[in-house]
């Protein structure tokens, strides 16, 4: 299956009252890039077996569950999709099997249907805990008898402990990766030269953030900007905030880059990794402009292992293997390097 996304004055005189007050050329350029481009479609994930239909385009697909459904899992890994590009990458996932097949203690492990699901942090959370997730017409069954559940949970802290409370995961959790903060996601070209926070409300550019599903993100980015630049500049950005796009009812961060690419905004803030990423996959279509000291506002993730989990063979030889690649795969995707005692420490989610 391919991926698609679901995908103003001075400074000194900024309020949220000129923001809407942009200069003849801020206009121009915002009328050339308005116009919606075609519908990003996103590369595979994994490799398609031959004489299988696949679905290829922008609406029949689902991004977001990778591996096969109706035959029995080898393992199954319920993740926040952030850190897709590093766990399903050849590096990761895709070397699993093969370091298990030459360790003797599991060389006897059927890997050949690892599952990954990648959607947003609650909705992962909303699954395990109603044990179920529509994709249209289809229902998938989340639950312990259908063996479409999950053997490794990753996520943030947080998220983590609303599962702990479902009494799905153990008390305790190991951090594997930290972010290296924000950026900013442009067009190609960068048009509107948007090359600080500064210029977001100077150009009258049209800015997108996580909400909807994520409004947990959008509090912690809009959190980050006020440290960054301030409370005054922080509200002009957020003034000229598009809240949703045809076809969508919130946005989430595999909507921003569509957003940018098809000209409903002009900018998209978003994890760094997560905007080199996009601009490493759509090089014709997207530029990524850093911002300074956004680094302090990092974030990590952990690995939780499940309860009696339904396949402890492949989770617990997947859990030695993924600690002994990450703390080096991950900065190759843009993540920031762990050091001794950040990579592998314990969390409490009691």
């Known amino acids: 299956m391919k991926r698609r996304t679901f995908l103003v004055g001075t400074l000194g005189a900024v309020t949220a009252g000129n923001c809407n007050t942009q200069t003849a050329t801020a206009i121009a350029q915002n009328a050339v890039i308005q116009t919606p481009s075609e519908p990003l479609i996103w590369p595979v994930v994994t ?18 569950v990778v591996g096969r459904i109706g035959t029995p899992p080898s393992l199954v890994i319920f993740t926040e999709g952030n850190h897709l590009m ?9 070397a699993f099997p093969a370091w298990a097949k030459a360790n003797p203690q599991y060389a006897n492990l059927d890997l050949d249907n690892i599952v990954v699901v990648t959607l947003p942090q609650p909705v992962v959370i909303e699954m ?41 995961i153990e008390p305790q959790a190991r951090f594997f990766s ?55 500049l922080t509200d002009a950005i957020f003034a000229a905030e598009v809240t949703t796009f045809p076809g969508r009812l919130g946005i989430v961060h595999r909507d921003l880059p569509e957003m940018v690419a098809r000209g409903y905004a002009d900018v998209a803030f978003a994890q760094y990794h997560l905007v080199s ?17 956004a680094e302090q506002y ?40 762990m050091n001794d005692d950040e990579f592998g420490a314990s969390l409490r989610i009691d």
């Open 128 to 168: 395990i805990r109603t044990g179920a997730i529509a994709l249209g017409n289809l229902t998938l069954d989340v639950s312990r008898k259908s063996g479409f559940y999950p053997d490794i949970v990753m996520a943030g802290p947080e998220p983590l402990r609303e599962v702990r409370r479902l009494g799905v």
């Open 277 to 293: 990423y996009w601009t490493r996959i759509f090089p014709r279509h997207f530029e990524l402009v850093p911002i300074a000291g």
């Open 47 to 64: 490799k398609l077996q031959p004489g299988i239909r696949s679905f290829d385009g922008h609406t029949d697909t689902v991004p977001d």
């Open 178 to 232: 930290r972010n290296r903060g924000l950026a900013l996601l442009v067009r190609k070209g960068n048009p509107l030269g948007i090359h600080e926070l500064a210029d977001i409300p100077r150009t009258g550019a049209r800015f997108a953030v996580a909400n909807a599903l994520e409004e947990g993100a959008r509090v912690r980015y809009r959190t980050a900007l006020e440290g960054l630049v301030g409370k005054s």
């Open 86 to 94: 590093a766990l399903l990458s050849g590096d990761i996932v895709g």
């Open 298 to 337: 990092s974030v990590k993730i952990a690995f939780a292992r499940v309860v009696d989990a339904l396949r402890p063979r492949a989770s617990g030889a997947f859990e030695e293997f993924f600690f002994s690649r990450a703390r080096d795969v991950y900065p190759r995707y843009d993540f920031a390097r």
